[in-house]
């Protein structure tokens, strides 16, 4: 990599940091030049306006969530299993690390509501793929007979996107203890309230779950899968 | 009233028109100023601080939505028509009107769950105040037994506020069209999950709700009930 390259990238990962503590808005060349001990023409030099870094940081983060939430969960078999991965590494996400203490996307949500441009239209491609996802993998799971035929899968993802913003909610702003586990259990009424009337009847016990064990691990990926970048640090509702 | 004190109120209303849009990072005393045709010193006559300013600001929209959510659907008998009740008036909270075209404590809760401080202690205080409101309806619903014995009320006041999370986002950052439906649907399925064992096999169809048909619009109060200062813009998801 090129040494502009690696300034790029360096400013993008700060930058990164700056918008998941203070959002994309809060972002400001000055204090991205100071941390990174650039000079402000030094900046310009890679992004010729504030919004072209916006759009590039948001571009980083697209990639990461696709790396560490979308492409793991699809590398396993489709079906329920599948549905509950991408569950598990959005909270994980949700959580985010050291290095993101929080969710971009979440925190650009409230900043582009009121904010037409080409910053909140790229957010809500973002969205829009996103949510496709969950609708492909909940509609695979219908057709493998994991959820009932008569399911709405875009009530479903509507769902699923509900308990996940009540997560980040009740964990970030709340700091209540409690949100995680009430995250698993709508989210283990939610696969209930999916499942075929025989499989429903039977109860939606951890034991009853028709995952199989090696599965119920998003973090641990099997052979010849690629690994998320980071595990998720919960386990699954259904281990 | 002085004209001191309709001075301060006319800054509040512009600053929560100004927080909503922008956040409440957002407002800035400049523009403030200028809208209002106010010198900065006047404005700084009112509030010693921007963050005494912020403060006010939330106070003005904790009251507004105690008076447009919280008391009128207190007003209605307690039971599942009350619980009913809060959520559509919150969804018509979330929709905003002219005047407010959002709703500031969700965009708050973004802003400051990175920013310790006095504004974020009172945005938490005001949340804590309102889930416990939540919570209160849903225990009385138990109680009447319009609720099963077993709800847990800690879990579907979550449920309850990821429904009401989801369809903001879907809503006002999606702008999608079925947002309204989903969020009608997924608190039905909510209720019926919430019924007791025998309403439950009974069906959750709209004609079988317990609810007196007067109960079904939160706008139209009762005789001797307060009015909500603004009519919800939607039919509730029992009428």
Redesign the interface.
């Known amino acids: 990599m090129s040494k502009g390259a690696n300034t790029r990238e360096t400013i993008i990962g700060e930058a990164l940091s700056q918008a998941v ?3 994309l ?2 972002v400001t060349l000055g204090v991205l030049a100071s941390r990174l001990n650039l000079s402000k023409s030094g900046l310009f030099a890679h992004f010729k306006s504030k919004e072209a870094l916006q759009i590039a940081v948001l571009e980083a983060a697209v990639d990461r969530f696709r790396a560490q939430v979308a492409t793991p969960a699809f590398a396993k078999p489709k079906g329920r299993g599948r549905v509950a991965a991408l569950f598990e590494h959005w909270l994980a996400w949700l959580d985010g690390g050291e290095a993101a ?2 969710c971009l996307f ?2 650009a ?7 037409p441009g080409p910053v909140r239209d790229l ?2 491609r973002s ?2 793929e996103w ?1 496709g996802a969950l609708r492909w993998a909940t509609a695979q799971a219908m057709t493998q007979g994991d959820f009932r035929k008569d399911l ?1 899968p ?2 479903f993802v ?2 699923m ?7 980040q ?2 964990q ?3 700091n209540d203890p ?2 995680l586990g ?2 698993h ?2 989210f283990d ?1 939610l696969l209930a ?1 999916a499942a075929p009337a025989a499989a429903a009847s039977a109860g939606s016990a951890p034991d009853s779950s028709p995952i199989p064990p090696n599965q119920a691990v998003p973090g641990q990926a099997a052979p010849g899968q690629a690994a998320p970048a980071r595990a998720p640090q919960h386990e699954t509702s259904d281990s």
Chains 1, 2 share one sequence.
């Open positions: 503590e203070l959002g808005e809060g203490p929080g979440v925190t949500a409230q900043e582009y509501v009121q904010r957010l809500v969205q829009v949510h709405d875009d009530l509507f769902q996107i509900g308990i996940a913003l009540g997560y909610h009740m970030k702003l709340m409690e949100a009430r995250a259990a709508a009424r309230d």
